[in-house]
């Protein structure tokens, strides 16, 4: 029920600030125009990404899927905190993100450790919460995984996705 209910308010929320607060121009490319990408690009993985998951690139928000290809968190509430926690520590700032951690935090205590452990991995990460990644959809996913994170921090990221609750 607490899942369903920040759900429910990330889902209200989103078209709210997109429309009111988000100032970013939208990408204007589709899911099946991703999937044209060559098969080891970024990109393509985006595209994968939205097939395998049922969805479309949310205008102006594009970059939050392409946060969890490179990241490989999932789509459920938790992992959706987690990811936010994860670019807190890698240095992003925004309204929208701070209020999902908040209301995870205060909903969905039991994965306290889960979002720490997603904080500090961002935190050790290098930057990338900055980049243009609708100009970076050509390049080798791989490769700029690798630019990113370090192959101990990747094995970490695939441990840290199965949230064992406190």
Same mark, same amino acid.
């Given at each position: 029920?607490?899942?369903?209910?920040?759900?429910?308010?990330?889902?209200?929320?989103?078209?709210?600030?997109?429309? /009111?607060?988000?100032?970013?121009?939208?990408?204007?490319?589709?899911?099946?125009?991703?999937?044209?990408?060559?098969?080891?690009? /970024?990109?393509?993985?985006?595209?994968?990404?939205?097939?395998?998951?049922?969805?479309? #690139?949310?205008?102006?928000?594009?970059?939050?899927?392409?946060?969890?290809?490179?990241?490989?968190?999932?789509?459920?509430?938790?992992?959706?905190?987690?990811?936010?926690?994860?670019? #807190?520590?890698?240095?992003?700032?925004?309204?929208?993100?701070?209020?999902?951690?908040?209301?995870?935090?205060?909903?969905?205590?039991?994965?306290?450790? /889960?979002?720490?452990?997603? /904080?500090?991995?961002?935190?050790?990460?290098?930057?990338?919460?900055?980049?243009?990644?609708?100009?970076?959809?050509?390049?080798?996913?791989?490769?700029?995984?690798?630019?990113?994170?370090?192959?101990?921090?990747?094995?970490?990221?695939?441990?840290?996705?199965?949230?064992?609750?406190?």
């Amino acid at each position: 029920m607490r899942k369903k209910l920040i759900a429910y308010l990330f889902d209200m929320s989103q078209a709210v600030y997109t429309k /009111y607060f988000k100032k970013s121009e939208p990408w204007g490319i589709s899911k099946k125009e991703l999937l044209t990408y060559p098969k080891d690009s /970024y990109g393509y993985k985006i595209g994968e990404f939205l097939m395998q998951n049922g969805f479309e #690139l949310f205008p102006k928000v594009e970059r939050h899927d392409a946060y969890h290809v490179l990241t490989g968190f999932g789509t459920k509430v938790e992992d959706e905190i987690a990811l936010q926690c994860l670019c #807190l520590g890698n240095g992003k700032k925004s309204l929208y993100m701070f209020g999902a951690i908040f209301l995870g935090v205060i909903i969905l205590p039991d994965y306290l450790n /889960y979002y720490y452990k997603a /904080y500090k991995m961002g935190k050790s990460a290098n930057q990338f919460y900055h980049f243009n990644f609708k100009n970076l959809l050509n390049v080798n996913y791989e490769d700029f995984k690798a630019l990113i994170f370090t192959n101990e921090q990747i094995n970490q990221l695939i441990n840290t996705q199965n949230p064992i609750k406190l």
